[in-house]
């Protein structure tokens, strides 16, 4: 899809593009430019967070920044205009650009010539139809003085400048209808708010978002809602104390981008798969062991080496001595669509929570090249840019529960997916080894499977297959 338009031959908008497959939204999670920066084709302006991942978008051409349509923070639709760039900057008057980040200062629009009476000024920011020609704002109307008035006590009173004074009544502007941005009157749809009662604090009287937040959560402002409120300017004594203790009791947190289409895709894997979990206690000695003399190796000189590496080639094997189990439901055809090729998902945790990237064809990798991709793809989750084309099309999936000392667990599919395996910590335990009991290196896996493609003889050989390879690694070279 197209993601800029041409507003005139000078302004050119960039459009909220479909970074992933088939994603709707996405939240800017960060400017890199503000209005007045240069910026070139190619050049990073902000990042985003998709359902999938963190993404950065560059702008497609040269030019000068002239607006940033949304704040960070929103979530804007996929299609949306989200940034304005002047490609022919120098050649006349243009309407004054305005940050959209609420923590700066609105920047002022120059007078303009007298218009029509009755024309509604385009606010800064706001945003005219693509049919329409962009012009600087006009004088406000004859309550922008008071407005403007009320904006300046509260700024005063705000910055510690101004005497403490009643909050004055919300005023809405000669023409009836208060002035906000779209996506302000969209947020007080949402929140149920009148425009009407918000007291304005932004320039020219027109209302912001920390307005209608003020008037949606009072309490959970209380210092600028004081000021800002259309209420009593001051509450009883008794009344801030419980404020404050409430909202010290618990956290609300936004469940959105990553962690909400974790959480959805969740629930729709426990409640549409029926999950089967069968466990194994192995000794992994002889695997730790090797895990040493692979560090040591010349060939492995570069990549990290460890017990995930090993495991993650046993895995391979074993689905190679059992190719069924690598397969996918496909509930519109009712058919079993069987995988000749696997790409192996990681579960990596991360601050935006648990995703899963893959391995592509982990099955045609050597054990140097698989160490190498399995480095790649930890260090890229760390650093909160794998791409949503990283996570698409896994088969089956590792997750390390044991990182966290955790023994085991009992894993949720992937949807799509029909197995992952957990892995639980690997502790030395006193084990029966060869008639005596030794202390030994052991661990506990699980596999869960879909149990409309995968039975559980099927599930059963995935299972035993893995931990036979783990217990003689030997095998890897002879099964392999």
């Known amino acids: 899809m197209t993601t800029m338009t041409e507003t005139s031959a000078r302004f050119r908008e960039f459009k909220m593009p479909d970074v992933g497959e088939g994603l709707t939204e996405a939240e800017i999670l960060k400017w890199f430019v503000q209005p007045g920066d240069t910026v070139t084709d190619g050049q990073v302006v902000c ?15 040269d030019g ?31 309407p004054a650009p305005a940050a959209a980040a609420p923590a700066q200062e609105p920047v002022e629009a120059p007078e303009a010539e007298a218009e029509p009476k009755g024309r509604t000024p385009v606010l800064v920011g706001y945003g005219v139809a693509e049919s329409s020609t962009k012009r600087r704002p ?26 403490s004074a009643p909050a004055p009544a919300a005023t809405a502007p000669a023409g009836g209808r208060p002035l906000a941005k779209p996506p302000v009157r969209k947020l007080a749809k949402d929140l149920g708010i009148d425009l009407a009662t918000v ?3 932004g320039k020219d009287g027109i209302i912001t978002r920390e307005d209608v937040h003020a008037a949606a959560a009072p309490a959970a402002a209380e210092a600028p809602a004081a000021v800002a ?27 959105k981008g990553v962690r909400k289409a974790i959480a959805q895709a969740m ?29 040591e190796d010349k060939d492995m000189a570069g990549v990290r080496v460890n017990p995930l590496l090993v495991i993650a080639k046993a895995l391979l094997v074993a689905i190679k001595r059992n190719p069924e189990v690598n397969a996918a439901w496909d509930e519109a055809n009712q058919e079993i669509v069987q995988k000749h090729y696997v790409n192996l998902g990681i579960a990596a945790a991360t601050p935006r929570g648990l995703i899963v990237p893959n391995i592509k064809d982990a099955h045609d990798k050597t054990l140097p090249q698989l160490a190498e991709a399995l480095g790649e793809l930890v260090t890229t989750a760390r650093d909160g840019k794998t791409s949503p084309a990283a996570m698409a099309g896994g088969t089956v999936t590792i997750t390390n529960v044991g990182v966290f000392g955790v023994d085991t667990g009992t894993p949720i599919l992937n949807p799509g997916e ?3 395996l957990a892995v639980g910590a690997i502790k030395l335990q006193p084990w029966v080894h060869k008639g005596k009991v030794k202390p030994r290196q052991v ?15 099927l599930g059963s050989k995935v299972l035993a297959d893995v931990a036979a390879i783990l217990e003689q690694p030997k095998r890897l070279i002879t099964w392999a």
Do not use: C, W, Y
Not at 66 to 94: K, M, Y
């Open 47 to 61: 990042e985003v967070e998709t359902a999938k991942a963190a993404v950065e978008l560059p702008i497609p051409f």
């Open 418 to 420: 029909s197995a992952i």
């Open 229 to 255: 409120s259309p209420v009593a300017p001051e509450a009883p004594a008794a009344a801030l104390p419980a404020a404050v203790s409430d909202s010290a009791r618990e956290t609300r947190i936004p469940v």
């Open 267 to 295: 629930v729709g894997s426990a409640f549409t798969a029926p999950h089967v979990t069968e466990f194994v206690t192995v000794d992994v000695t002889r695997t730790m062991k090797l895990v040493a003399e692979l560090k």
């Open 138 to 163: 006009r004088k406000g109307t004859a309550a922008a003085p008071e407005a403007a008035a009320v904006a300046a006590a509260v700024q005063a009173e705000l910055n510690g400048h101004g005497a």
């Open 64 to 94: 000068v920044v002239h607006e940033l349509r949304f704040p960070e923070g929103t979530t804007v639709d996929v299609g949306q205009v989200i940034i304005a760039i002047d490609v022919a900057p120098g050649s006349g008057d243009a």
């Open 443 to 457: 661990t506990t896996l699980a596999l869960s499977f879909d149990h409309r493609l995968v039975d559980g003889e």
């Open 199 to 201: 007291v304005p604090t």
